[in-house]
């Protein structure tokens, strides 16, 4: 079956300490994107990337990093410069013609310990 | 800027209808979509309408656009326990970026 899977689904953190998402995608999808949710301020836009080997910073990149070595695999790396990483992270991916509908994983809780 | 806006709450009692609101800014969008996230869960494409058209209808729900006044609303009939979610508008900007509101709870009464 076709779908989007981030992993873990839970992951604790101590401060100071970096930790990557993974999601991956066996969509053919070209674009993948990165998502924070915190309650009551719905989806804010990490990182974005429309095509291999290239991406973008969105509303709220700082402390975090990303990288598209391939087409199927988009980790986010939450890094020490993060001052309040708690949060569910969304990893989504979308095609870049036709109906551009974004398809979601079922999200990573990232709790700093 | 861009912006999507949404009521944070509706309560509603099994078996009545539910209409959930959302006004957006960007006029140039392609397409606009209605999620529905459940508890821990990612987000679930529930429709999506076409920026050229004003009214779709899937089964039980209903999609309105009116774009003279960029507002959206979700309409779901007979609604049941099982409804009970966040549900988001987003809208495509056409940039490959989407601007999602801040999500509607819906609380279904038994």
């Known amino acids: 079956d076709g779908g989007i899977t981030q992993s873990p689904k839970y992951l604790f953190r101590k401060e100071g300490q970096n930790v990557t998402l993974s999601c991956e995608q066996n969509l053919n999808h070209d674009a993948m994107y990165w998502y924070r949710q915190d309650p009551g301020q719905g989806l804010r836009l990490i990182y974005y990337s429309q095509i291999v080997n290239d991406f973008q910073k969105g509303d709220i990149a700082e402390g975090y990093s990303v990288s598209r070595e391939k087409k199927e695999s988009f980790p986010l790396t939450v890094t020490s410069a993060q001052k309040n990483p708690t949060a569910f992270y969304l990893c989504?991916?979308?095609?870049?013609?036709?109906?551009?509908?974004?398809?979601f994983g079922q999200g990573t809780r990232l709790t700093v310990v | 800027g861009e912006d999507v806006e949404q009521s944070l709450f509706l309560s509603v009692r099994e078996g009545d209808s539910s209409v959930i609101n959302c006004t957006y800014t960007?006029?140039?969008?392609?397409?606009l979509y209605w999620y529905k996230q459940e508890p821990g869960a990612g987000l679930q494409l529930l429709t999506y309408i076409f920026s050229n058209m004003d009214m779709k209808q899937d089964q039980r729900l209903t999609v309105l656009l009116n774009k003279k006044d960029k507002h959206l609303s979700l309409r779901i009939a007979d609604t049941q326990t099982g409804d009970s979610a966040i549900y988001f508008c987003a809208e495509d900007s056409g940039t490959y970026k989407y601007i999602f509101g801040t999500g509607t709870r819906l609380k279904v009464l038994a």
């Open positions: 989504a991916s979308s095609s870049r013609t036709g109906n551009t509908e974004a398809f």
């Open positions: 960007d006029s140039s969008s392609t397409y």
